[in-house]
């Protein structure tokens, strides 16, 4: 696995164990907080390869929305779910 690979799978782990542990959601920021990623390298990710596996809720105009509520989908971390649980175990095993 290259190095960017590997960085981005660290990114996908922590922001999904951040949203994990608070299921009625986090603010952008405070995900950005808790997950320790940069605000937007997280914007970058939730835009791209998280998108099928978030709500994203946000209040204000389309181009710079006030506030953004991120939540895990309901089934985001269930058996179907197999891309996002393998990179949850493929950073674990590190």
């Not at 605000?39 to 939730?46: D, K």
């Amino acid at each position: 696995m290259t190095s960017h690979a590997s960085r981005a799978n660290a990114v996908l782990y922590a922001v999904a164990a951040a949203l994990s542990e608070c299921p009625d959601g986090l603010t952008l920021r405070e995900l950005s907080r808790r997950s320790n990623v940069k605000l937007s390298l997280l914007r970058y990710h939730l835009d791209r390869e998280l998108a099928p596996y978030v709500q994203d809720t946000r209040v204000g105009p389309d181009e710079k929305p006030f506030i953004r509520l991120i939540r895990l989908k309901p089934n985001a971390l269930s058996h179907a779910n197999m891309k996002l649980q393998s990179i949850i175990r493929d950073v674990d095993r590190r």
